[in-house]
C-alpha cells in the first residue's frame, strides 16, 4: 500500500514562530501536494511540487514556503505562524496515469495561539 | 481556472436508502478525471470512485456509481444501500494536467450523516 505520512497529527505553536510540516511518501510519486482544509472552503491548495527542488505556488501561499530536496519528502514552512494559519493540513501525492490517484497523509491540525 | 462546486454542505439518509450528492464544475480543459474522495472521522482520506472525461460510461464501484454530465459539467454520486461506515465528508475533486504534472482542485465538501 502506498503511505503518505505527516510528521505530526496534532500540533500547538505560539505566533510568530517558525513552524515545520513533515510530509514522506514512500511510492515514488513525482507530484506532492499541500493543502489546507477549513470549513465550508473545502481543500485549498498551498504549494506543489512536481519534482526535486521544484516547487509552484497554489491559490494560497502568501505566509508559507515549501521545501523538497529528496524526492519522498515534501516539507510545509510556516515562516511566522498567526493565528489564521490555524487549520487541518493535508499532504497529498499523485500517482498519474489511467489509474491516476491521490494518496494522503493522515493531516496535521495545527492551532497557532 | 479549474472550479469545483459541491452546493450541498450537508446530508442526511436513513440507512439503507439511496442518497446522491451534487458536483458541478467549470474548466475549459478537454481531458480531464473526476473524483469522489471521502473523509471519515478519522481523517484518513481516500478514494470511492474515479471517472475519466473522455469515457461517456458513468463508473460504479459497488454501492457507488457516478452520473456524470459533460456537457452540463455535472458529476454527482450516488451511495445505494446507505451503511452507517458511509458517514463521512465527501469531496468532489477535478484533475488535469500542466507541463509540469497534474493538477488537483476540490469542491467546498458535503457532509453526510447515515442515520440507524
Known amino acids: 500500500d502506498v503511505k503518505v505520512t505527516q510528521s505530526s497529527r496534532y500540533l500547538v505553536k505560539r505566533t510568530g514562530e517558525k513552524v515545520f510540516l513533515e510530509c514522506v511518501q514512500d511510492?515514488?510519486?513525482?507530484?506532492m501536494f499541500w493543502y489546507r482544509q477549513d470549513p465550508g472552503l473545502g481543500l485549498r491548495l498551498i504549494y506543489f511540487s512536481y519534482d526535486v527542488k521544484m516547487k509552484e505556488k497554489g491559490d494560497i501561499p502568501e505566509g508559507y514556503s515549501v521545501s523538497r530536496e529528496k524526492k519522498e519528502r515534501f516539507s510545509l514552512i510556516l515562516e511566522s505562524a498567526s493565528t489564521n494559519q490555524t487549520s487541518m493540513y493535508l499532504c497529498?501525492?499523485?500517482?498519474?496515469?489511467?489509474?491516476?490517484?491521490?494518496?494522503f497523509g493522515q493531516g496535521t491540525r495545527l492551532t497557532v495561539v | 481556472a479549474q472550479t469545483v462546486t459541491q452546493s450541498q454542505p450537508e446530508m442526511s439518509v436513513q440507512e439503507a436508502e439511496t442518497v446522491t450528492l451534487s458536483c458541478t464544475y467549470d474548466?475549459?480543459?478537454?481531458?480531464?478525471?473526476l473524483f469522489w474522495y471521502k473523509q471519515p472521522p478519522s481523517r484518513q482520506m481516500i478514494l470511492v470512485i474515479r471517472q475519466e472525461a473522455y469515457k461517456q460510461q458513468n463508473a460504479t464501484e459497488n454501492r457507488f456509481s457516478v452520473n456524470f454530465q459533460k456537457a452540463a459539467k455535472s458529476f454527482s454520486l450516488k451511495i445505494s444501500d446507505s451503511q452507517l461506515g458511509d458517514t463521512a465528508m465527501y469531496f468532489c475533486a477535478f484533475e488535469w494536467w500542466e507541463t509540469s504534472g497534474s493538477r488537483l482542485t476540490f469542491g467546498e465538501g458535503t457532509q453526510l450523516t447515515v442515520n440507524p
Open positions: 511510492m515514488d510519486h513525482e507530484n
Open positions: 474548466t475549459s480543459e478537454s481531458n480531464y478525471y
Open positions: 497529498a501525492s499523485i500517482v498519474e496515469g489511467l489509474n491516476t490517484e491521490a494518496f
